[in-house]
């Protein structure tokens, strides 16, 4: 029988040319430039003004955990299934980690299994993506107590597109119809954050779409447990506009 492992490394670009830099340089630990242009990448990605590179993913967790604020008695929700870092982080702090059975279909947790988890004492939901498979995210951010809410409400929001969507001149004379995806995310403070195309074909369209959105004021941000979190919202936007003649 062939032995098949968890993980392979993939190493087809440039990562033996960027360590033959490091050790030429002399910075092989602490605060070399890759490290500095690495948390300057990442936090761009993410929408956030500071991002900090630790050595490995248990430093990782242990720091993300301790920045929540989790304390003794806190209740962290997550996988069964996952390495043991997980946990470790949490119970570090005297926390209580809370697991969730897995998704048969993709080893990752369940998330239909998760609200009912959810109690007074919960402070935190921690997603494991195994082994190239995505966790449901969606499902998790709406099992939320309360999602993120445009000021106005919905008929608030379709009025603000409606009035501020720019056709392309081009294709106004053999009409317009359309629809994109934009997914983006509600942070703590309502705002919009991270705007992006989910679903789209036509590119004019998409950056229309992207830039209207990005003019959103801010939200109410989504409750769980009383806390504000971060909150992911897909919106569909539907472009209609009959030919010119």
Not at 220 to 239: H, K, Y
Request: proline share 7%; hydrophobic share 40%.
């Amino acid at each position: 029988m062939n032995f098949i492992p968890v993980n392979e490394p993939l190493l087809n670009g440039n990562e033996k040319k960027y360590l033959c830099e490091c050790i030429d340089s002399g910075w092989i630990s602490s605060e070399g430039p890759f490290v500095k242009e690495f948390e300057q990448k990442i936090s761009a990605r993410v929408g956030r003004r500071y991002g900090v590179a630790v050595s490995n993913g248990t430093a990782a967790l242990e720091v993300v955990v301790q920045a929540l604020g989790i304390k003794a008695g806190d209740e962290v929700i997550m996988p069964a299934f996952t390495i043991i870092s997980c946990a470790m982080a949490v119970t570090k702090q005297g926390g209580i980690p809370v697991l969730v059975d897995s998704d048969p279909s993709t080893w990752n947790m369940n998330a239909d299994e998760i609200e009912e988890k959810i109690t007074d004492k919960t402070r935190a939901i921690i997603m494991v993506h195994l082994y190239g498979l995505p966790v449901d995210v969606d499902k998790i951010y709406y099992s939320v107590d309360q999602p993120p809410e445009y000021p106005g409400g919905m008929q608030a929001m379709l009025q603000f597109i409606s009035e501020n969507l720019r056709y392309p001149e081009e294709q106004l004379e053999e009409g317009i119809q359309g629809r994109v995806i934009i997914k983006f995310y509600v942070d703590t403070l309502g705002r919009v954050c991270n705007p992006a195309v989910d679903r789209g074909k036509d590119s004019a369209l998409d950056k229309e779409a992207l830039r209207v959105v990005g003019m959103f004021p801010d939200y109410t941000p989504g409750m769980i447990n009383g806390r504000r979190v971060n909150t992911w919202v897909r919106l569909p936007i539907v472009f209609k506009l009959p030919a010119v003649d």
